[in-house]
C-alpha cells in the first residue's frame, strides 16, 4: 500500500524558504516518478514540480521554476521541495504524490505565506 507522509510546512514571511519533506513507504521509491502538487485555498490542484526516479531531471511550473529545488533521497524513500523567495501565492496545501500529479498523496503539509 502506498503511504505518503508530508511534512516541512508552516508559516513563513514572504521572501522567506521552506524545505518540505515527503516520506514514502510501501512501494519501491527509486522506482517511480514523483511529483509535487499543491491546492491554494479555495482552487484546485496544481503542478508544482515533479523529478525522475534517479534524481537526474527535475521538472517546475513556470510559477516556481527558478526558486525551487526538487530532489530525492532514494537511500532514505524521501522526497524534497525547497521553495525560496515566497510568495503570498504560494500559500496552499502541499502534497507529493506518485507516478502523476494525479496520483495517490498523503495528508499533505500546509504552507502559508503571511507578512
Known amino acids: 500500500e502506498v503511504h505518503l507522509v508530508e511534512s516541512g510546512g508552516g508559516l513563513v514571511q514572504p521572501g522567506g524558504s521552506v524545505r518540505l519533506a515527503c516520506a514514502a513507504s510501501g512501494f519501491t521509491f527509486s522506482n517511480h516518478w514523483m511529483y509535487w502538487v499543491r491546492q491554494p485555498p479555495g482552487k484546485g490542484l496544481e503542478y508544482v514540480a515533479s523529478i525522475d526516479p534517479r534524481g537526474q531531471a527535475p521538472f517546475y511550473a513556470y510559477s516556481v521554476k527558478g526558486r525551487s529545488t526538487i530532489s530525492r533521497d532514494n537511500a532514505k524513500n524521501t522526497l524534497y521541495l525547497t521553495l525560496n523567495n515566497l510568495k503570498l501565492e504560494d500559500t496552499a496545501m502541499y502534497y507529493c504524490?506518485?507516478?502523476?500529479?494525479?496520483?495517490?498523496r498523503g495528508q499533505g503539509t500546509q504552507v502559508t505565506v503571511s507578512s
Open positions: 504524490t506518485r507516478d502523476s500529479q494525479d496520483g495517490s
